[in-house]
């Protein structure tokens, strides 16, 4: 049961600052999540972000 809260505590700090832009039907869907495609959507958007990253490395401005 601790487990859980802390997850909990943890997964709202995280969304915390995203709080306002989130729509309450987004910020539903992330909380009911399986954990498989809450692990999903984490390597999905690590994966985009790090592609993005190179991206803005490579482009030259």
């Given at each position: 049961?601790?487990?859980?809260k802390g997850l909990n505590d943890a997964i709202d700090a995280g969304l915390e600052p995203i709080i306002d832009v989130i729509t309450?039907?987004?910020f539903v869907a992330v909380m009911t999540m399986s954990s498989a495609e809450l692990g999903r959507a984490f390597k999905r958007a690590l994966r985009d972000e790090?592609?993005?990253a190179?991206?803005?490395v490579k482009s030259p401005k």
């Open positions: 049961m601790r487990l859980r309450p039907r987004a790090l592609y993005e190179r991206r803005r």
